[in-house]
């Protein structure tokens, strides 16, 4: 062989080993991006993508540029699914999303097979980590302990009222509302009225009038903002002053927007007010400075890329496997939502709920605040 052929073998393989060396980390975004719950799919993009942009900006994660794959899975679990695949065919290494609960839950099965690492923003079901899943993660609390909160205020505060309870037969509307249900049960409060509606209708007359008929005073809602807000606006279309309370499905404007004026006075659960937090300060600014406000789960997600960012550093690797290692390990990770700590399940050690009032402004718009 001669020397010039033994130089450029060398010569391609230390270009090879450079390319992989710097080979691109590969994020995806997964949610509903088109369909009914678009808005939702959009706080997650613009709040990893945001993320991404800052930490490239700062060397990326491990001196590697991060990309990011967005995926519709218009808040079908089959859709979801086919994203998961696809996301396993494009040699993804980290996902963010899904949104829904009931498409997050099937797509972790693809996931965890792949060795792809999930954190979610936004879906609360229990059973996506309680299968002993090291892979699957979130940056939000669980359905149960949103449900202890609803309990709580009926066990309290609502004592002695008369409340309805109707959900969407989702996997997160009717895991919220019966977690709900179960403690208000124990602690031996009952509802007037127990119903479904399904997901998609635009006429809820026939179950606004079993809500009226019940004599219902408050009307605990599990689902999400679209059937939320129409099932409000035709409870005030028909004289009822029936005060909604609600979680975390109708964070956002389009909840107000679909149920109107009568919106003012709804009582919904969320974690404390991520845009409030100082550690998300310049977060904030540099999203309204762009003119965007980074409501709901924007930095639930925006959070997400920051924690994988931190533990692939101290893992020293990008490898998903490790860096779940690090993350189930106990460690804190400095992010918008504050520190942050995972329990062997994936689940935030610590994730507060909170009371929240949609309220008129005084420049005339509505919008949810956080109750002091």
């Not at 695949?85 to 972790?108: C, L, R, T």
């Not at 923003?121 to 449900?147: A, H, I, K, M, W």
């Not at 994730?351 to 718009?365: E, L």
Request: hydrophobic residues 40%.
């Amino acid at each position: 062989m001669s020397k010039t052929w033994m130089g450029g073998l060398i010569l391609a393989a230390g270009l090879a080993y450079a390319g992989a060396a710097q080979a691109d980390v590969k994020m995806a975004v997964a949610g509903p991006i088109t369909g009914a719950n678009a808005s939702f799919g959009k706080q997650e993009q613009m709040g990893v993508e945001q993320a991404v942009k800052d930490l490239n900006a700062k060397g990326g994660i491990l001196g590697q540029k991060v990309t990011v794959e967005v995926g519709d899975d218009a808040a079908d679990p089959k859709q979801g699914v086919s994203v998961a695949n696809k996301f396993v065919g494009d040699g993804i290494q980290f996902v963010i999303g899904h949104f829904n609960s009931g498409v997050s839950i099937p797509a972790s099965d693809v996931y965890k097979d792949n060795n792809i690492l999930m954190i979610t923003p936004s879906s609360t079901n229990p059973t996506l980590t309680e299968r002993g899943y090291t892979e699957v993660f979130r940056t939000c609390g669980r359905d149960d302990q949103q449900g202890a909160l609803w309990a709580a205020w009926a066990l309290g505060p609502g004592k002695g009222k008369k409340i309805a309870v109707v959900d969407d037969k989702t996997t997160y509307g009717k895991g919220l509302a019966q977690a709900a249900l179960d403690v208000m049960h124990k602690g031996g409060a009952k509802e007037v009225l127990y119903d479904e509606v399904n997901t998609g209708e635009k006429d809820y007359s026939a179950v606004v009038a079993k809500i009226k008929a019940s004599g219902a005073e408050y009307l605990m809602w599990g689902g999400l903002f679209t059937e939320g807000g129409l099932i409000l606006r035709q409870l005030r279309d028909q004289g009822s002053n029936v005060v909604m309370i609600s979680g975390d499905g109708i964070t956002g404007a389009e909840f107000g927007n679909i149920a109107g004026p009568g919106v003012v006075g709804t009582k919904m659960s969320f974690g404390p007010e991520p845009r409030d937090n100082p550690a998300a300060a310049p977060v904030v600014a540099e999203f309204k400075a762009a003119g965007y406000d980074p409501e709901g789960y924007t930095l639930y997600s925006y959070a997400g890329v920051q924690i994988i960012a931190q533990a692939a550093a101290a893992a020293k690797s990008t490898d998903p496997a490790k860096v779940a290692a690090v993350m189930h390990s106990g460690m804190a990770f400095h992010t918008v939502l504050g520190d942050i700590a995972y329990d062997k399940k994936g689940d935030r050690t610590t994730a507060d709920y909170v009371w929240y009032t949609w309220v008129k402004g005084a420049d005339g718009k509505v919008a949810y605040k956080q109750d002091k």
